[in-house]
């Protein structure tokens, strides 16, 4: 079977080499540029796998290109709202935030030493901010937080509006995995506790039967 490796859309290289030794070919996402309004949305550098790895690209080893970028459908924001209203799903994104490097690197930026490694947030006091227990219980959806971008908002807001805009991505990043699993015959494979969690979770309440696999970094 071929696997896909989510959320993100590159991964390290030892993750890679470890999908590869179990399946035949690992798929991954292009950069997801969401779209949230005319005038916001998430942005990055269009780099994919196959730019840093040309050889496993040509063989068939690594399959890219799907586009997940533009505005959310309004199936996928009905999706998207289903996520932000599970308690549940809400405590493990919190706790990930808390707790797993590797996750609040999705959210917040972090400073690398000169091995490319995570070493602390860019800004702590953000980091610090989106930890706070109370955040985990405001209520999100995606028409809120459309509305929040309307108005000017105080630095207190915006660190609610940036943690809001934190969890429709991760959930838009999550559902168009399990979109593309479900579509392709996938294995979904991530080598992120938090996110592996999340979409555990959303499988099991939406009854969603798919082959979620946590790859254990070890040394790296």
């Given at each position: 079977?071929?696997?896909?490796?989510?959320?993100?859309?590159?991964?390290?290289?030892q993750t890679l080499?470890?999908?590869?030794?179990?399946?035949?070919?690992?798929?991954?996402?292009?950069?997801?540029?969401?779209?949230?309004?005319?005038?916001?949305?998430?942005?990055?550098?269009?780099?994919?796998?196959?730019?840093?790895?040309?050889?496993?690209?040509?063989?068939?080893?690594?399959?890219?290109?799907?586009?997940?970028?533009?505005?959310?459908?309004?199936?996928?924001?009905?999706?998207?709202?289903?996520?932000?209203?599970?308690?549940?799903?809400?405590?493990?994104?919190?706790?990930?935030?808390?707790e797993d490097r590797r996750f609040q690197r999705?959210?917040?930026?972090?400073?690398?030493?000169?091995?490319?490694r995570s070493t602390v947030p860019i800004?702590?006091?953000?980091?610090?901010a989106f930890q706070k227990p109370e955040r985990e219980f405001v209520s999100y959806s995606v028409k809120t937080l459309q509305a929040m971008t309307r108005r000017r908002l105080p630095e207190d807001e915006n660190l609610a509006f940036e943690y809001g805009f934190g969890l429709i991505k991760t959930s838009a990043a999550l559902r168009y995995s399990i979109q593309l699993c479900r579509q392709l015959g996938l294995v979904a494979v991530t080598d992120s506790p938090g996110h592996h969690q999340l979409l555990?979770?959303?499988?099991?309440?939406?009854?969603?039967?798919l082959s979620n696999i946590c790859v254990k970094r070890e040394g790296y």
């Open positions: 079977m071929d696997a896909l490796y989510y959320p993100f859309h590159l991964c390290h290289e080499h470890e999908i590869l030794k179990d399946y035949s070919s690992a798929h991954f996402l292009d950069f997801m540029a969401l779209q949230f309004t005319p005038f916001i949305g998430a942005t990055g550098f269009p780099d994919r796998m196959g730019d840093y790895y040309p050889e496993l690209l040509a063989s068939g080893k690594i399959i890219q290109g799907y586009d997940v970028s533009g505005p959310l459908s309004p199936s996928m924001v009905v999706a998207v709202n289903q996520d932000l209203a599970d308690p549940l799903w809400r405590s493990i994104f919190h706790e990930a935030l808390k999705g959210l917040v930026a972090f400073s690398q030493d000169n091995q490319g800004d702590s006091i953000v980091l610090i555990t979770r959303m499988c099991l309440r939406d009854s969603v039967d």
